[in-house]
């Protein structure tokens, strides 16, 4: 591979990181705050590409190829699954397996005076464990559905501090009116209070508090699948 086929994969590349950064495509990669870097990295490996590509045009005009090796076309391989394959976020399969990122929050501001409150996944979790706030208020939380080997559901959300490599789940366990048939990865709306209940994830130790269900609907996957606000 020559120093101007490498600048065309640098290009597909440049170009790839500028589609997934245009579209929600980047999300399934890292957090929505990185999307400006995506766009400029984008941008930076498409101006280098296309600098290369003409210094190596002239160099070759005038009598001086670089030949590179072979081995250098597998750079090719994950620009062309950057470009083709979407990978689905992380769900009930890797909940189950990883012990719960819950944390001590560092504060709790009040809620709102309207019912049902809406919260997320991390938020209803840190209050039910940690906060005592919920007492008499019915919550309204939106997550996937994920069942452990005794058949527990939980409702998920996989908290995100960077990328999708670094995703671990915040985890509620659900008891009282759940539907008949539970289907794992399938995003609910779910309504209910605090059950008053806490148990341990026996992945690690971490506090998984219950909601106790009294309706549930559900819902399409948000465009974003990850909760960015457990370590805010």
């Not at 440049?14 to 705050?33: I, P, Q």
């Not at 689905?88 to 397996?97: M, N």
Request: aromatic share 8%.
């Amino acid at each position: 591979m020559n120093r101007q086929a490498q600048a065309a994969v640098m290009f597909l590349l440049g170009g790839a990181l500028l589609r997934a950064g245009s579209t929600d495509l980047y999300l399934r990669y890292v957090k929505s705050g990185l999307r400006p870097l995506v766009l400029v990295a984008g941008v930076v490996l498409t101006v280098v590409a296309l600098a290369t590509f003409w210094y190596e045009r002239k160099r070759a005009a005038a009598g001086h190829p670089h030949p590179e090796p072979r081995v250098a076309w597998l750079l090719v391989l994950p620009v062309l699954a950057l470009i083709l394959i979407a990978p689905p976020a992380l769900g009930s399969y890797s909940a189950v397996r990883t012990g719960t990122a819950l944390q001590p929050p560092y504060g709790l501001g009040p809620l709102p005076t309207a019912d049902p409150v809406r919260l997320s996944v991390v938020d209803y979790a840190s209050r039910a464990a940690y906060g005592h706030t919920l007492r008499g208020r019915t919550v309204r939380v939106t997550g996937f559905l994920a069942l452990d080997a005794e058949g527990t559901p939980y409702l998920v959300r996989m908290a995100l501090n960077c990328c999708a490599a670094d995703a671990r789940p915040v985890k509620v366990g659900l008891t009282g009116q759940l539907p008949p048939v539970l289907k794992p990865d399938a995003w609910l709306e779910v309504t209910g209070v605090d059950a008053s209940r806490r148990t341990r994830d026996p992945v690690n130790n971490g506090i998984i508090p219950y909601l106790r269900v009294t309706s549930v609907r559900p819902v399409a996957a948000p465009a974003d699948p990850y909760d960015e606000t457990w370590n805010t």
